[in-house]
């Protein structure tokens, strides 16, 4: 590989590490960068006239690594209790389908298991930069996810994923076709102008896309600790659901990561304790109240932690005569260091907003 060949990777794969982590604070712009991310890479490789590769196995684990950041931002920023239960379902139904496929190796699973949250997630991300969401029902947030579901993922799985079809070859190959898209976009375009903007209700405010400001005594850090010291259990739903999300991810990672000699099930079960022995001290520094409110901070301190447990790991591992892949390792600290620091500082948020009235945050 050239040296120009090198720098493009690693500006595309760094691109698409660090433009999701903008997705808390600035939602809609920094997931539809994501998106288009996700959508132009292999193009730009191909400009440059290189194909990396493994690329694509680590092209789906990035994809999941930037939704699963947009799904614990809805915990941090959705003022709307029903729309935060769809997107919980629509993303752990995506990512069991992910690891059914990863292990499977069956295409048909990403159709029957579509990413339907990510359109979702942009749909509401859309819809509030003009109204106030939280006045939306549940009924109306199902007919939405069931509307993208059928009429949009379905149909975009079965491209992508059973019939293996190319855009950028499609408009190559059949000359009919690229003027078909823009025609299709530009009836669309009309039907929204003189159909559905005139009965559109007023806006609620000047569109904006950075977040939401969060609810008044969850700002900092010291205010969601205070709650978790009162609230917060090591064995709780919110616990089990972290331990489910990083360690069906680690699963979907280790498919693609050279070296992995671990089964599912052991993966799976090692990623939980080293996720147990996280949100233990995390409940533990809640309730001596010294959290610390700089995130990069906090960050590095939390891969410290993970790299010593993971120091032990290898030690075991190495006594019962298997083999440690450092990188992998390290690899393992840093996501799963990042995610369970947002989840820690995003969960609290979530639980304060809907709390029950006797405990709700002002």
């Known amino acids: 590989m050239t040296a120009s060949a090198t720098t493009v990777l690693l500006l595309v794969v760094g691109a698409r ?11 809609l712009p920094a997931i539809v960068a994501a998106l288009i991310l ?3 890479d292999q193009t730009v490789f191909q400009m440059f006239g290189f194909d990396p590769p493994g690329y694509q196995g680590y092209d789906k684990a990035m994809d999941v690594y930037y939704l699963a950041i947009a799904y614990l931002s809805t915990l941090r920023n959705w003022a709307n209790g029903p729309a935060v239960q769809v997107a919980r379902f629509l993303y752990f139904y995506r990512l069991i389908g992910v690891v059914a496929f990863e292990l499977a190796q069956l295409r ?10 990510e359109y979702f997630f942009i749909a509401y991300e859309t819809y509030r930069l003009f109204w106030n969401p939280a006045r939306v029902t549940l009924r109306r947030w199902i007919i939405t996810a069931a509307v ?14 059973v019939a293996q079809l190319d855009f950028t070859d499609m408009v190559a190959e059949v000359p009919w076709f690229g003027p078909a898209v823009v025609a299709a976009l530009i009836l669309l375009g009309l039907v929204y102008w003189y159909a559905v903007r005139p009965r559109q209700p007023e806006p609620d405010w000047q569109w904006h896309v950075a977040a939401d400001p969060l609810p008044r005594g969850a700002v900092t850090v010291a205010d969601r600790n205070r709650w978790v010291a009162e609230h917060g259990r090591l064995l709780s739903t919110a616990t089990l659901e972290k331990v489910t999300l990083i360690g069906l991810l680690w699963v979907i990672y280790a498919q693609v990561l050279p070296g992995t000699t671990a089964t599912p099930i052991e993966l799976f079960l090692g990623t939980s304790v080293i996720v147990l022995a996280n949100a233990a001290v995390s409940l533990l520094v809640a309730r001596s109240a010294r959290g ?6 906090a960050f590095g301190v939390r891969v410290l932690m993970n790299v010593g447990l993971m120091f032990v790991a290898e030690r075991l591992l190495s006594a019962d005569g298997r083999q440690f892949d450092s990188a992998a390792a390290l690899f393992f600290v840093l996501l799963v260091s990042l995610l369970t620091l947002l989840d820690d500082r995003y969960r609290p948020i ?8 006797s405990t709700r945050v002002p």
Do not use: C, S
């Open 17 to 27: 590490f660090l433009v999701p982590l903008l997705i808390p604070r600035f939602p």
């Open 350 to 357: 979530y639980e304060m907003r809907f709390a029950t009235p």
């Open 108 to 117: 048909a699973l990403l159709l029957i298991f579509p990413n339907t949250f």
């Open 148 to 161: 993208i579901w059928i009429f949009v993922k379905l149909p975009q799985e079965w491209w992508i994923h």
């Open 292 to 297: 610390m409110e700089r995130t990069l901070l």
């Open 38 to 40: 996700d959508g132009i």
